[in-house]
């Protein structure tokens, strides 16, 4: 099955802006959604489709996608940005349905 | 309001079973794609099995043959009946609404997620 790499974690300054990539063959033909999880919660969706929000969430998250990389960017990073990322998209290789998860990039804005 | 809530989680020892149940409101859960997706501690998130709203059902490779995904239309529920459980299937579990088309996928909502702990 397909995998989708992401770095491990970055850092952004308070109002500044971070991009988070996620790399792999199922991204040539799905889009990938985003999902933001904080401690002790369960993920939310941030970004899905080609760069749609869904209801709530702040305009200062982005995505973007090229080839076989998607990327969620937040302008403006605020505190309550501090969390794990994960992308996720179908994967296309096998001959069933099945779905795969990035590694997670943990974002810590100072 | 779109809802899910999961229950059913505990302590169970390895070789054993459990079924987890996931409560949806606000929308019909066999008009819907439903997936289940579980989160080890400490670690990232795996996909394990999905129904249709037609009704077929596929499994991550880890858990198929042990594990089924089905629903109550009655009750509006999803469940995922576990068996012959092992210590890495030990993760939060969440059930969530899957949406799918031509070049995409998202889940969205979540539910809040049930703990199964597997050891002896």
């Known amino acids: 099955s397909s995998e989708l790499t992401q770095d491990p974690a970055v850092s952004v300054a308070l109002g500044q802006t971070v991009r988070i990539t996620c790399q792999g063959d199922?991204?040539?033909?799905?889009?990938a959604s985003w999902y933001q999880q904080k401690p002790g919660q369960a993920p939310v969706l941030v970004i899905y489709?080609?760069?749609n929000r869904p209801s709530g969430i702040p305009d200062r998250f982005s995505g973007s996608s090229s080839g076989n990389t998607a990327s969620l960017t937040i302008t403006g990073a605020q505190a309550e940005d501090e969390a794990d990322y994960y992308c996720?998209?179908?994967?296309?290789?096998?001959?069933?349905?099945?779905?795969?998860f990035g590694t997670g990039t943990k974002v810590t804005v100072l | 309001e779109v809802q899910l809530v999961e229950s059913g989680g505990g302590l169970v020892q390895p070789g054993g079973s459990l079924r987890l149940s996931c409560a949806a409101s606000?929308?019909?859960?066999?008009?819907?794609?439903m997936s289940w997706v579980r989160q080890a501690p400490g670690k990232g998130l795996e996909w394990v099995s999905v129904?249709?709203?037609?009704?077929?059902?596929y499994y991550a490779d880890s858990v198929k043959g042990r594990f089924t995904i089905s629903r109550d239309n009655s009750k509006n529920t999803l469940y995922l009946q576990m068996n012959s459980l092992r210590a890495e299937d030990t993760a939060v579990y969440y059930c969530a609404r899957d949406f799918y088309g031509s070049g995409y996928s998202w889940f969205d909502p979540w539910g809040q997620g049930t703990l199964v702990t597997v050891s002896s």
């Open positions: 129904i249709y709203s037609g009704g077929s059902t």
């Open positions: 489709g080609k760069n």
């Open positions: 199922s991204l040539r033909s799905y889009y």
């Open positions: 606000g929308f019909t859960v066999s008009s819907n794609y």
């Open positions: 996720n998209s179908r994967d296309s290789s096998g001959n069933h349905p099945n779905y795969v």
